[in-house]
T-cell receptor
């Protein structure tokens, strides 16, 4: 069964450094998402992406964050200048195209980002 | 406002028993999805129920949706030790295209052998 893959599984970065989290969504999916989960808290929506542009973003997704689909397979999340509070598990998800968007989102295993 | 709040927060039962988890939400939805998360792992999609559906089955899973009460329940029958995980409901708002999922805090389910 096709799956969403994320790399790396764990990223340790110094505060203030840039970090890029990578995702390979399921190949025939058209909608892509990033979520994050701070330890012990609920999963929070960050951003959705379709047709090479952001569809929606949350208030968490400020100017320090950006997303890109550099080629036909990768979907990346960049944090420009990391802060301690960016430490979290980051999940990528993708979904297909269907009527009224009633399609499940398929999640990767996540990247655990630790900011020191 | 909170959306997708699960109840109970933790549930511990014996193997073979049924487990029921509830979810309440506040705004209109297009669909509601249930996910499972094993410790330290990603979210596994279990079942999606549309706003015009009342009940859905998948194997040992049964999901109900009551849009008048803005609530849903997930029933796992004949539980197994491997069902031990956190379970989350997530609501998708009524828009076309990309869906923003809003998750609850989850129910931590422990199945005792």
């Amino acid at each position: 069964e096709p799956e969403v893959t994320q790399t790396p599984s764990h990223q340790v970065t110094q505060m203030g450094q840039e970090v890029i989290l990578r995702c390979v969504p399921i190949s025939n999916h058209l909608y892509f998402y990033w979520y994050r989960q701070i330890l012990g808290q609920k999963v929070e929506f960050l951003v959705s992406f379709y047709n090479n542009e952001i569809s929606e973003k949350s208030e968490i997704f400020d100017d320090q964050f950006s997303v890109e689909r550099p080629d036909g397979s990768n979907f990346t999340l960049k944090i420009r200048s990391t802060k301690l509070e960016d430490s979290a598990m980051y999940f990528c998800a993708s979904s297909g195209l269907g009527p009224m968007s009633n399609q499940p989102q398929h999640f990767g295993d996540g990247t655990r980002l630790s900011i020191l | 406002s909170q959306q997708g709040e699960e109840d109970p927060q933790a549930l511990s039962i014996q193997e073979g028993e049924n487990a029921t988890m509830n979810c309440s939400y506040k705004t209109s939805i297009n669909n509601l999805q249930w996910y499972r998360q094993n410790s330290g792992r990603g979210l596994v999609h279990l079942i999606l129920i549309r706003s015009n559906e009342r009940e859905k089955h998948s194997g040992r899973l049964r999901v109900t949706l009551d849009t008048s009460k803005k609530s849903s329940s997930l029933l796992i029958t004949a539980s197994r030790a491997a069902d031990t995980a956190s379970y989350f409901c997530a609501t998708a708002s009524p828009i076309q295209g990309a869906q923003k999922l809003v998750f609850g805090q989850g129910t931590r389910l422990t199945i005792n052998p």
